[in-house]
């Protein structure tokens, strides 16, 4: 089965009105090519899930500045005025999760689980119009498992398998989403061989990723 | 010495060899430069890693290792990274010995409010909410006012972070541990007297016989 597909077939797959979950904290681990074809190719109306909107200009804040992101489902966004300004102008719908919730949210919808008992956020705005359920004399809060159409991650290495390997920070939500989206593109530093990454250093099995993207060079 | 030195300086008193601890971005960061002699802290950042040091020196800077706010950090040997599942699992999980936030207000039951001002500043909680919930030890470092008006309220008028109590408050002021009595006025910082944090806080204080002034590191 191949999975390497061109930068642009991998990104012209995501319609309008999408649901992606995109990997990466303030920048780190975000697919850099995926996020400026996008850009290129216009997409609008997307629901975006990822654990910030970092700055203007880098990463999942070139979606907002494009006014390409309809709703976005984050845990910060202070680092992005633009995200402020848009969400106080009611141009973008922004649902805050603290950072834990997100990715267990995340985790759940991957794992097969129906939901996650957490104590963050009980008894705060948060907690609003969710189930508080005690467990042996505490609170917490049930949150739901969160899903999405395309999980759009950043990986250091691939193989051309599409076995997945992680830097350091860059790591963050990528292993998560990469369970929780029907359609999973990851984008990798490096496509090596086969084999090159051991197994103990696979972070997401190739049976995860459906198409793979690498840098495009050319040898002419 | 600014206030911020000083409060860094008395926080960095609270650690014991071997913590694991995360330190929030801004004031809370200055905490590692003051660490005692001997006291070695391994320092989480939520973005997934324990043992995150300052970029030693100019030239290894590189994208896949970054502090909670996208910049550039190193890595002590012994250092571990993981994704946010697992860091977050150490915060709620009661692995984490001890955070230290910042805060815009914290009340007399001892609850923080950190992360927003509604209709002014809403950046979101990003890990504040977990950190608060989960860490066995949750210390706040902030100034004792802002713009001179108190932060230290008998209740908290902006959104809570969480509802669980903090361990100690830190200001360039004084010390104050929050317990099931009240708020305990600890220690005063050095030229600061008990009348003047009294004047400065909104709360009602619980004030011991004897209030030392606040130690701090060297």
């Keep these: 089965m191949k999975k390497v597909v061109k930068l642009t077939d991998a990104v012209s797959r995501i319609p309008d009105g999408a649901v992606l979950m995109i990997g990466g904290f303030m920048g780190a681990g975000t697919p850099p090519g995926l996020i400026d074809e996008l850009v290129r190719q216009g997409k609008r109306e997307l629901t975006v899930i990822g654990n910030d909107t970092a700055r203007p200009g880098v990463g999942i804040g070139k979606l907002i500045a494009a006014r390409m992101v309809r709703r976005v489902i984050t845990s910060h966004i202070g680092t992005n005025p633009e995200t402020q300004r848009q969400m106080i102008a009611g141009e973008t719908e922004v649902e805050l999760v603290p950072q834990g919730t997100l990715a267990e949210r995340i985790r759940a919808a991957g794992f097969g689980l129906g939901g996650v008992l957490t104590p963050t956020g009980v008894g705060t705005v948060v907690a609003d119009g969710k189930r508080t359920i005690e467990i042996d004399g505490r609170s917490f809060l049930l949150e739901l498992p969160l899903k999405a159409d395309f999980a759009l991650i950043n990986a250091w290495r691939a193989d051309y398998l599409g076995n997945l390997e992680f830097a350091l920070t860059s790591r963050n939500f990528n292993p998560l989403m990469a369970m929780a989206a029907a359609a999973v593109i990851a984008e990798a530093e490096n496509i090596v061989p086969v084999g090159v990454i051991p197994p103990d250093s696979v972070g997401v099995p190739n049976v995860l990723v459906d198409h793979l993207v690498g840098k495009e060079r050319s040898h002419g | ?218």
Aim: a negative charge.
């Design chain 2, 1 to 218: 010495m600014d206030e911020k030195t000083l409060i860094a300086r008395r926080v960095a008193l609270e650690f014991r060899d071997g913590d694991l601890a995360n330190l929030g971005i801004g004031l809370p960061t200055l905490v590692a430069r003051h660490l005692p002699p001997g006291i070695d802290v391994f320092f989480q950042s939520e973005n997934g890693i324990i043992g995150m040091q300052a970029l030693p020196h100019e030239g290894v800077a590189w994208n896949d290792l970054t502090d909670a706010g996208g910049s550039p950090i190193g890595a002590v040997p012994g250092a571990a990274a993981f994704d946010s599942a697992l860091s977050f699992g150490l915060i709620r999980g009661g692995h984490l010995d001890v955070t230290v936030l910042g805060g815009l207000q914290v009340d007399e039951q001892g609850q923080l409010a950190n992360w927003m001002v509604p209709g002014k500043m809403v950046p979101g909680m990003g890990g504040a909410m977990d950190l608060v919930s989960g860490a066995r030890r949750v210390i706040v470092a902030m100034t004792h006012t802002a713009r001179g008006e108190p932060k230290i309220m008998k209740r908290c008028t902006l959104p809570l972070t969480s509802v669980r109590r903090v361990d100690l408050v830190v200001t360039d002021m004084a010390v104050i541990e929050p317990t099931a009595d009240g708020l305990v006025l600890k220690e005063t910082a050095p030229g600061i007297t008990v009348r003047d944090v009294l004047a400065a806080t909104e709360a009602t204080l619980i004030v011991p016989p004897d209030v030392p002034v606040m130690p701090i590191t060297a």
